[in-house]
């Protein structure tokens, strides 16, 4: 058994190879590439891609094990005949150790324009470390490029890819259609600037399923013009967390719509849940957001949304933003902040945000309820909350505005609320236990119940450790953990 375990990758490789005979084949090693880790092979992967480009069948191009140094490689699918490339990576991919080499690029690896693209295994190695020091140093450096881009694409598959310490975000989704990502593993330091895990922006039907991410800035970031995304099964930390934005930098700017994030877990992130806007004119906007089955653990902002948004607070705008945020919904979360106040909604007063509603939020702090603070936010709280103590700071220059209610049922139900607190309390304690890292299983995102999309009770959400397994029930859902 452990002889077929171990082998087990060859082994699905050989049945790919040898049972797709209608695929055509194509090594990265005939076209001249080399597994030492010290010889560029930018030409032997576009040669390849060239190859399989150009043919009328579906085609692979094959990445053995072993190491491979690239220095740059861009895939134009503009004048493809196939319609269905695979890139299949039993090894790790290299970029130069020195930044120099392609500091400047934007991107590293880049598809634009390609259609039924899948990418299958393999590790992606930035090796950016080298420009972080020079970031943190404050010397003159340059950006350093993306990790993995797909641009103006469709029909993208990507499973069981490892991408690792990139210079800049590690994967990056522009301009996309029909994109899943599955069973990707994301892996940089807490501290490594501007290393996003995955980025999605001006584009639509996305999905990112049962990952892992860690990194030094969001796990994942959703920019401009984003609809459609789905995320779920989700280990982050170290990292920023999950973020809509920045937005509303420019004027003229599409907004973000019908995003969907459950069952995640953080893990002493900067932040959890995260809206972020510019203090600047804009006509953007967030809308229909649903947050579901969240696990927080020591998290430092676990709900925010900000729109105030200045990094570092230099040369702020101050101009009030005009993202209009509407309809957010944070269901069924969960777990310990490592601030006091644990909920904090700083809407624009120019353009308050609304429909913003809490259902079975129990968040903590140094085992006693967290605190909220709300300003120039509406919306509605029902079913079990903690925190219940509000900081509200309505700032507006309209003498008729009228007041939120978004904490109201907080208030009306609190004799309801003591009185169940212990038993979820107790809940509580079981599925945040602390001695553990969780970390996702997987399961095909075709293989999703019609009662799990529709946001069901009746199914059972996993959490991962590669060590094994634990169920506990957790509210009206369960959870499977490792001790």
């Known amino acids: 058994m452990s002889f077929l375990v171990k082998h087990l990758p ?22 001249g590439a080399t597994s ?32 491979y140094l690239v220095k740059g490689a861009y ?11 695979t890139l299949r990576i039993d090894g790790t991919i290299l970029a130069p150790s020195d930044y ?29 470390a080298n420009l972080w020091a020079c970031k943190t140093s404050g010397n003159n450096c340059p950006q350093g490029p993306m990790g993995l881009t797909f641009s103006n ?39 490594s600037p501007n290393t996003d895990g995955i980025h999605v922006q001006y584009s639509s039907r996305v999905s990112i399923m049962n990952s892992r991410i860690g990194t030094g800035d969001d796990c994942i970031s959703i920019g401009p013009g984003t609809s459609n995304l789905w995320i779920e099964n989700i280990a982050c930390g170290p990292g920023h967390g999950i973020s809509i934005g920045s937005l509303g930098w420019d004027v003229e700017e599409p907004g973000v719509q019908n995003v969907t994030v459950k069952t995640v877990t953080f893990t002493g992130t900067q932040n959890g849940l995260r809206v972020k806007t510019w203090a600047r004119s804009s006509n953007g906007f967030v809308r229909n957001i649903l947050f579901q089955h ?15 948004y200045c990094p570092n607070n230099e040369n702020c705008p101050h101009q009030g933003s005009g993202v209009k945020i509407s309809d957010i919904k944070y269901r069924d979360i969960r777990g310990t902040s490592a601030t006091e106040v644990a909920v904090k909604f700083n809407c624009s007063k120019k353009y308050p945000c609304s429909g913003i509603s809490l259902e079975d939020v129990n968040l903590r702090y140094r085992d006693q309820p967290a605190e909220a603070s709300c300003a120039n936010a509406g919306g509605s709280a029902s079913g079990f909350q903690k925190p219940t103590k509000i900081n509200t700071n309505n700032d507006s220059d309209d003498e008729e505005q009228e007041q939120p209610d978004l904490w109201m049922a907080m208030g009306d139900a609190n004799a309801y609320i003591d009185k169940l607190y212990n038993h979820y309390a107790d809940l509580l304690d079981l599925a945040v236990p602390t001695n553990i890292t969780p970390t996702v299983a997987p399961y095909p995102l075709e293989e999703l119940s019609s009662s799990k999309r529709m946001g069901h009770n009746d199914f059972s959400d996993y959490f991962y450790n590669l060590n094994g397994w634990t169920t506990v029930e957790a509210g009206a859902y369960t959870t499977t953990y490792q001790e």
């Open 100 to 128: 120099n080499v392609i500091g400047k690029e934007e991107n590293w690896i880049k598809f634009e324009r390609v259609a039924g693209v899948s990418i299958y295994g393999g590790t992606l190695d930035g090796q950016g």
């Open 294 to 308: 969240v696990v927080m653990a020591n998290v430092q902002n676990p709900i925010i949304i900000d729109q105030n």
């Open 36 to 67: 030492n880790g010290k010889i560029d092979s930018s030409k032997a992967f576009v040669s390849a891609w060239a190859a399989a480009c150009a043919s009328t069948s579906p085609a692979t191009i094959y990445v053995p094990q072993g190491s």
């Open 153 to 191: 694409s469709s029909n993208i598959n990507i499973r069981g890819l490892t991408s690792k310490n990139s210079q800049m975000f590690h994967i990056l989704v522009d301009n996309c259609q029909n994109v899943k990502l599955q069973g990707v593993k994301v892996s940089a330091p807490g501290n």
């Open 75 to 85: 895939f134009n699918g503009e004048t493809c005949k196939s319609k269905a490339i």
């Open 10 to 31: 060859l082994f699905f490789t050989i049945f790919f190879l040898l049972f797709n005979s209608s695929i055509a084949i194509y090594d990265i090693k005939t076209y």
